[in-house]
C-alpha cells in the first residue's frame, strides 16, 4: 500500500493510496449534481416527517402538522361511495327483482354489482361465469334445480340448500335405494334406465317398472325433474355427481347432497337482489 496519494498518470486523477496487488483506487469523487440532489431529498424527507404522521411513540404516532393519514382519507372516499350508491340502492330496495329487471338502468347497475358480489361469494363453487364443477350446479345454462325465474332464484340465494339452522331453506332427499330398498340387479336396472334416458332413449324393462314406481314423483314421468321439489331432470346429460352408468348407479345406491348456505345473513337485501339479477342473467332466465 502506498504512503500517501499520488497523481494516476493515465487518468490525471489522485489515488487514495489505497493498492491491492499492484491495483490502485482512484480518488474519483460523486458528480455534483448527484451530491445536491442527495442533500435535497434529506431535507424533504425532514419536511414530509414533519408535515405527515411519521415518528412512532410510545402510546401513538406523531401525526403531523396537517393532521391527515391515510386511512381518514380512505374513509371519506368510502363515505363518498356509500353516497353516491344510496340512490341506486334505495330503488333497488324499494322494488322486487322482476321489477329490477323491467328498468333497464337499474338492472344494468344490479347486474354490475351482482357480478362483483358472485365473484367474491359464488365464484369459489360455482366457477367464474357461473360454469359449475362437479358437485356444483352450472348457472351458466337454463336447467335450474329449484326453478329459474327470479324469485326462485333470490329464494334459494337467500335461504339456501339444506342448511340446518335456516327454517326456510330448500330441503329435498334422494332415498338411499341401496339400504335394503333396492337389491343391487334393480339399482343397475334403475341406473341403466336412467343412462339410457339422458341419452334420449327408451329403455324398456325392470328399469323402467321400478322408475315409475319409486322415481318419478320427484323425477317426473319423463325424467324432465319436478322443480317444485328440486327433482333434477334425467332426460339430459347434466349431471351434479357424473353421468356414467356406474356414478348413475353410486347416486341411486347411495346419494350425495350438497349444502348451500343461505346468504341473508351475510348480504343485505340490496345485495341479495343483485345478485339473483346477475345470476338470472347467466342462462337467459325462466
Known sequence: MADHPERDEITGRYTTGHEWDGIKELNTPLPKWWVWVFYATIIWSVIYSVIYPSWPAMAGYFNGVIGWNARSALQDDLAEAREARSSWLTEIAARDVPA??????LRTYAMRGGEVLFKENCAPCHQTGGAGAHGYPTLADDEWLWGGTPEDILTTIRHGIRDQDNPNTRVNFMPEFGDDWFTDEEIEAVASYVYALSNGETLDGPGQVLFSQQCVSCHGP??????????????NRIFLYGGSQEEIAAQVRQPTHGVMPPWENRLSDEEIKQLAVYVHSLGGGQ
Open 100 to 105: 329490477i329487471l323491467e328498468d333497464d338502468t
Open 222 to 235: 319423463d325424467g324432465g325433474g319436478v322443480s317444485l321439489l328440486g327433482g333434477p331432470p334425467l332426460n
